[in-house]
């Protein structure tokens, strides 16, 4: 059983930055395959980055470059720092843990997700 809790959202403006954070309780999260996928109003949710217990990293090409996905496995956290955000980056993020990373990155199959947080991008 782990649970998962989004923080850092918010309101910023086209060009600034946010980071995320998702804090997991209950079992530890260091062999699992860690994620963010996001859902914008009316849209099917998407990928947006993934990460391996080895840290290995795969991103959305609508993200590369700008979104850094990392881990802190002494603190079953894991990030997402978003740079040069853009409107169209508005969404509600989901952290998501799962046991398979190719499940997770190319089908979104996650064991567990979180409730989301809101990021709203201005311009």
């Known amino acids: 059983q782990v649970q998962l809790v989004e923080s850092g959202g918010g309101l910023v403006q086209a060009g600034g930055s946010l980071r995320l954070s998702c804090a997991a309780s209950?079992?530890?999260?260091?062999?699992?395959?860690m994620g963010w996928f996001r859902q914008a109003p009316e849209k099917e949710r998407e990928f947006v980055a993934t990460?391996?217990?080895?840290?290995?990293?795969n991103y959305a090409d609508s993200v590369k470059g700008r979104f850094t996905i990392s881990r802190d496995n002494a603190k079953n956290t894991v990030y997402l720092q978003m740079n040069s955000l853009k409107p169209e980056d508005t969404g509600v993020y989901y952290c998501?843990?799962?046991?398979?990373?190719?499940?997770?990155?190319?089908?979104?199959?996650?064991?567990?997700w979180g409730q989301g947080t809101q990021v709203t991008v201005s311009s």
């Open positions: 209950g079992r530890t999260t260091s062999n699992y395959a």
């Open positions: 998501v843990a799962a046991g398979s990373i190719v499940g997770l990155t190319t089908y979104g199959r996650g064991d567990y």
């Open positions: 990460i391996s217990w080895s840290r290995a990293t």
